[in-house]
């Protein structure tokens, strides 16, 4: 048994998905397009050790052990799979706000399942680590391969896992970050998830996904990044509109948020090219290219409620580190 360290990157959907056609599996209803970020990372240590006689997860510095959660199903599943029943320590710490909609869930449990995974003696190629980690979290399949990535929309838990479509030098683009709140959200994404098909525009949405992720595929290949970041303004928007319609409603986005939202349609107008793309929170994320990232995080801190930004490139997938945390 051993000790080993993994960090992990959140990632932003460009094409999302919400609802799932298997909870338990969390095989998603389509699949979906996203970017790993090069400033929001998890760093996970865990260590596996006879000499452990209970289980332990120290969450940025809170004691996390007694609660019933999910990291601890995650790390059951990479016991079963390494036939031990050995106990573990696990420290955790994000250095991004959680529970807002920046994807704390993906980083966190892409970071939790490699390094868990190598703790427990496995060696598993990035397409199984990708499956693993999809398990614990959906969205953290995507956070395993590099640069941007696809998460193919598999009928079982052997098709659903995500893929490298470019590696993180290929285009120059860049997610501006801005933190409208760090209070954590009323209703947990994992719980949203299972509301999506009571909106009335459910069906109509999933009818057309295989279509805009061919479209975004070829605005990718093709870097024309004003059609790019029109699909991807227009998607975030048609996403929220499933939450504001389902039963019971949600709602995510804050005065701030609809601020943000606001002020980059000014700036469009004004001749800047920055977009934003909303996950399930009220943080948002500012889509534009490299060389106007700083006018757009400058311009951001700004808008009233905007407590800070947060400037990403496209980042490599989750990898492994000397460094432990204990």
Known sequence: ????????????????????????????????????????????????????????????????????????????????????????????ENNFPTGTGLSSSASGFAALTVAAALAAGLTLSEKELSILARQGSGSACRSIPAGITEWLDGDTSETSYAVSLYPPDYWDIVDVVAIVSKERKDIATSEGQKL?????????????MKEKITTIKRLLKKKDFAA?????EAEALELHAIMLTSTPSLIYWLPGTLRAMKAVKEWRQEGLQVYFTINTGQDIHLICQKKDAKKVSELALQI???????????????????????
Not at 2 to 15: E, Q
Not at 43 to 63: I, M, Y
Not at 196 to 208: D, G, I
Not at 228 to 232: I, M, Q, R, S
Request: aromatic share 8%.
């Open 1 to 92: 048994m051993m000790k080993a360290t993994a960090i992990a990157p959140a990632n932003i959907a460009f094409i999302k998905y919400w609802g799932k056609k298997d909870a338990i599996l969390r095989l998603p209803e389509n699949g979906s397009i996203s970017m790993n970020l090069s400033n929001l990372l998890t760093t996970t240590t865990v260590e596996l050790s006879e000499q452990f006689t209970q289980d332990t997860v120290l969450f940025n510095g809170k004691d996390e052990s007694g609660v019933s959660n999910r990291a601890m199903k995650q790390v059951d599943r990479i016991r079963e799979l390494a036939k031990i029943k050995t106990k573990v320590k696990i420290v955790t």
């Open 196 to 208: 999506a098909a009571s909106s009335p525009f459910f069906v109509l949405r999933r009818s057309r």
């Open 228 to 232: 790019f970041g029109e699909l991807v």
């Open 304 to 326: 009233s409620d905007v407590q800070k930004t947060i400037i990403n490139t496209p980042a490599k997938g989750a990898y492994l580190t000397e460094k432990h945390l204990f």
